[in-house]
């Protein structure tokens, strides 16, 4: 069966800097409020976990994560409200996306 | 400065099948009548243009590109009516989804 995909991102000077991963890692610190637990159901290390946060940080005007210090693994990990519109403004897109490609039948008619 | 990129293709069983590759590729052998001339516009070997062809031929109902024989090379390549169909369905879908998201400004506006 033929499926047309789509894959979208944000890039900041023609680097990646959103997309599929760091939308799920945030929506699973939202979640777990831990950023080791995110990793992990993710099959990431804390360090690539933590690498990923201090670069959205440093990327977007305002920070997307706090880390709150304390115990091991740190104490806790907090999306910051603008971290969570991000999410809703990316989810909201691939939505529309979705529905778009959806609708574009022909591709895949004409392809059988 | 930020900017949202889009890449889609179309699979096969979960196998990638057509995408900006093999369209550019379609539409440069339809310009030159070469495999060997898009090929080399491309920075691709003749041999993996030639596979490419026979992928894209397989997958599809009809052939997309016809071979013809004689000469060095081949003796020209011709994009039929359904993969001049298909160039024309991805290029109005690649339209569609690049106008969605140069609406969706409020992703950009939020990372800054």
């Known amino acids: 069966m033929k499926k047309i995909k789509v894959k979208f991102w944000v890039e900041d000077e023609g680097e990646k800097f959103y997309g599929p991963g760091p939308n799920e890692l945030l929506k699973r610190i939202n979640k777990e409020g831990s950023l080791s637990k995110a990793a992990g159901q993710m099959n990431m290390s804390y360090r690539k976990a933590w690498e990923l946060v201090q670069r959205l940080n440093?990327?977007?005007?305002?920070?997307?994560?706090i880390l709150k210090k304390g115990g091991q693994h740190g104490g806790g990990a907090e999306v910051t409200p603008v971290g969570?519109?991000?999410?809703?403004?990316?989810e909201s897109l691939q939505k529309k996306i979705d529905e778009l490609v959806d609708q574009q039948t022909d591709l895949i008619k004409v392809l059988k």
């Open 58 to 65: 440093q990327h977007a005007e305002v920070p997307l994560v």
């Open 84 to 90: 969570l519109e991000i999410i809703n403004e990316y």
